[in-house]
């Protein structure tokens, strides 16, 4: 099962979360927000800092913020920062030394284009894709069809049934 880690996992809510205000917002405000504890907060956004994902400015006034767009932040640079090279194997674009077999293995470099297929796939989506409300949010939002109101609108057809 391909599956992200639970860091990735809070490094796009966090990453959602900051594109949805302006503005510096701190860890316990992010934590608060999210209902993901603090300290987790803290580590996850140190390191989409070191990715270059999220600029910090510390002091009284300090907090985190978006280092550009969600709508230009792919997912696989969240998973990168997060979680390392995206690949399926351990051999990964022809690394060596990750895998006991690797010396008479039948397939070996034969998962690159998988691999590159995965990246591409995880690149044409960004934070804003996944940021945006679902079919079902929507509808609880706003009523499909507006209630009906007044005479005007005569009497129902399923009624004379």
């Not at 998988?114 to 009523?143: F, G, M, Q, Y």
Request: net charge neutral; hydrophobic share 45%; with cysteine.
């Amino acid at each position: 099962m391909l599956r992200l880690s639970k860091l990735a996992d809070y490094a796009v809510v966090l990453l959602a979360r900051l594109g949805q205000e302006d503005g510096l917002h701190t860890a316990p405000a992010l934590s608060s927000a999210t209902g993901i504890a603090e300290p987790t907060v803290a580590k996850v956004l140190r390191m989409l800092s070191q990715a270059s994902l999220v600029e910090a400015q510390r002091g009284a006034r300090g907090g985190h913020r978006l280092a550009r767009p969600i709508s230009s932040i792919p997912l696989s640079d969240v998973i990168v920062a997060m979680d390392g090279p995206i690949a399926l194997t351990a051999c990964v674009d022809g690394a060596t030394g990750g895998c006991e077999a690797e010396g008479h293995c039948p397939v070996r470099g034969r998962w690159d284009p998988v691999n590159e297929a995965v990246r591409a796939a995880l690149s044409a989506v960004t934070i804003a894709d996944l940021a945006r409300p679902s079919c079902n949010e929507l509808h609880r939002r706003t009523p499909v069809f507006p209630p009906a109101t007044g005479p005007a609108l005569g009497p129902s057809p399923l009624a004379a049934e």
